[in-house]
Each structure stands twice: as structure tokens, then as C-alpha cells.
């Protein structure tokens, strides 16, 4: 049946009737959608810095994944300590993006924005070892990113500006994977420990930054504990890593 049918032979009054309720069922819809979008869960992740948001995520694919879900690590620190977190990570992206500088969010540092966060979360560096040099010979790449006693290099002079603002910062060591995993990362666990060590060095000079190692609770092992790539963390991964993060907060507050 056609529409102009329907329309021609409605009766008037029959029509006036559907013209009050479609407008009324109209209103209540707009109303419902102003609710929910005035309504912020303040225990979720978001990519937007919100203004309610008093933690900042930065950092490389471990943070980003299983954002979809709610449940990247991000989202387990929010939903731990009952907060908003502004997730800025980026799948992919550098510590010192020398592979892509015109993609700016693939530098980790530029996912950074000024504000007076409580709390900054970060993770980043084993894309610069591995695209780089292959978790080879990476000592130009290393000290690029921080030097061997921990006091120069892109990651201290990012880390003093954050700290010189007032916030703490939570960095997240890297956990080993398992000899399956994938795009390469296979064989990075011994070099990606030697540059945490330098991170550790540059934790114990800065009091306001602290290093959270994500193998106390990431087992290569475990093959739950990863997604099918064997690099990246499954969501039961990620909610043991967001605990422990959120515990090393708690524990400073």
C-alpha cells in the first residue's frame, strides 16, 4: 500500500490523534537521549578527556586493547578505583616515533595533553626496539628513549616535564611472552628487560614516578592470560595488569 493511499484516505481526526502521539513519543525519545548522553559511567575508559577525567593512559597496543569490551587495562584501573580514565593509547605507536613522524598520535609523547592530571599511566617502547632494530643491536635506539643510567634520553625529558606539573606517574613495565608470539616480539624479552632496568633507574631518581612490572602477574605460561597472537593481553590479561596497577595507586594515595 502506498503512502500517499494511507495519507488520502486517513480519517482527519484519526490523523490529528497520531500526529499528538508521534510527537509525544517523539519528545520522550530526545528526552532518553539527553539522559543517557548527560550520564557518564565514571568507571569506564574514554579517548576523549573528559573534563570529569582525573587520570591520563598513554602508551601502545597493550593499553588499547580490548578497549571495545571496556576491558583494556585502562578500564580495569577506572573500574578498580571507581574514576574516569582518559585513554589516549594508540595501537602501534613509539616512544620515539622516528618511523612515522607524520602520524603524531604514533608518538606516544603527543598523546599527552596539558592539564593537571592526578595521575599519568603509561607504557610504550617495545615498538622502537622492534621496528627499529629488530630487538638486535638497539643501542642508539635505547639510549635514544633513555640512556643506561636513566637520566637522559626522550623518556626522562618526558617524564620530568609531566612530574614538574605536579603529577605521578605509573609506567608499566612490559611482561615476557611466550616463544609462539607473534609480529616479531618473540624475541624481544631479553632486550625489553635491559631497558627497563634504565626505567627503573630513572623510577628511583624521580619521587614522583613510580615502575609497575606487568610479569608479577603475567605469566608466558599462561596462555589465557593472551590473545591468539600470544603478545597482546586477553581480557582476563588485562584485568590482572589494571589491578595491579590500581593496587600500586591505592597503595600511594
Known sequence: MSPSFFTNKMNPKHSNNLN???????LSGLLLIAESCGTEN???????????ATMLAIGDSVFDFNREENASIPDVVAQRLGTTVANESVGGAYLTNTLEPNNAKLDIRNQYSDRD???LIMNGGA????????????????NDIISSDGLTGALPTFVDRVTERGTRVIFMGYYDL???AEFGFNRCNELVSTYEERIQRLATRNDR???VDASQVIDPNNLALFQSDRVHPSIEGAK???DLIAEEIIKLQ
Open 20 to 26: 499528538w502521539w508521534s510527537k509525544i513519543f517523539a
Open 42 to 52: 565514571p568507571t569506564v575508559s574514554t579517548p576523549t578527556n573528559p573534563a570529569s
Open 117 to 119: 592530571w592526578d595521575w
Open 127 to 142: 615498538n622502537d626496539v622492534n621496528d627499529e632494530c629488530g630487538c638486535g643491536e638497539c643501542t642508539q635506539t635505547l
Open 178 to 180: 611466550p616463544p609462539t
Open 209 to 211: 614516578m613510580w615502575f
Open 240 to 242: 590482572a595488569i589494571g
